[in-house]
């Protein structure tokens, strides 16, 4: 598959704002906290539709200081990101009878979350940037079979699943079908093995060994 121009760059720049941003929060609300242990190095893989599609995305705990309440981190974070320029909303619910507030912001289709509340000295950090396609998808085409009539080997037969294929028939090699909802699903017909499963790849069958099943599928085999 072929990388699409700009892809990746892009997909870079909306990492590094996001991380410079989360950093920023973090330090700020959370003093102190460990920012070896914000990983935003490497784009995950988000969307398994073709063609895939990959993001940076991270989940840090902090914890707020003792003197200062929830009510008071959320209100700086969304100070802190309204100042920033990300489009910001505050939403509360009550926890066993104690509040508990999310500040979600966006930013050039970034998003960032700040939640927190009163039963907890937790300061939960979370943030993505949008899930960008990085190549190219390129059309699927089957592989050749492994064997054909003409070149089985002597006191073999073909494999009557994959009928010389040697490749999983179902998924054609792959390991995973299209499937919804995340784009793909593990082969149920090689559990991801890729291989036919009844001839293991060899595309054949040796006949001294075939079982009387098997032999069904052979009428015309002695």
Not at 99 to 126: P, Y
Not at 134 to 158: D, S
Not at 207 to 219: A, D, H, I, N
Request: hydrophobic share 35%; proline share 7%; with cysteine.
């Amino acid at each position: 598959m072929s990388e699409i121009p700009q892809a990746r760059e892009e997909l870079n720049r909306l990492g590094r704002s996001l991380r410079e941003q989360m950093v920023a929060l973090i330090t700020d609300l959370t003093p102190g906290a460990d920012l070896h242990l914000l990983f935003l190095d490497d784009p995950l893989l988000a969307d398994w539709h073709q063609p895939l599609r990959h993001h940076f995305s991270a989940l840090f705990r902090g914890e707020r200081p003792a003197t200062v309440t929830a009510a008071e981190i959320a209100s700086r974070a969304a100070v802190l990101l309204d100042a920033a320029g990300w489009d910001v909303t505050t939403s509360e619910e009550q926890q066993d009878g104690k509040r508990a507030t999310m500040v979600l912001a966006h930013r050039d289709g970034n998003v960032i979350r700040v939640g927190t509340g009163d039963h907890t000295s937790a300061v939960m950090f979370s943030g993505r940037t949008p899930a960008l396609a990085l190549r190219a998808p390129k059309p699927f085409q089957r592989p050749e079979p492994v064997r054909t009539a003409e070149t089985v080997t002597p006191g073999y037969v073909l494999c009557y699943e994959c009928e010389g294929l040697g490749w999983c028939y179902g998924c054609g090699g792959r390991g995973w079908r299209p499937s919804e909802p995340h784009g793909r699903t593990r082969c149920r017909e090689c559990s991801g093995r890729k291989v036919c499963p009844i001839c293991r790849g060899g595309g054949e069958l040796a006949v001294s060994q075939l079982s009387e099943y098997q032999r069904g599928y052979y009428p015309d085999v002695d």
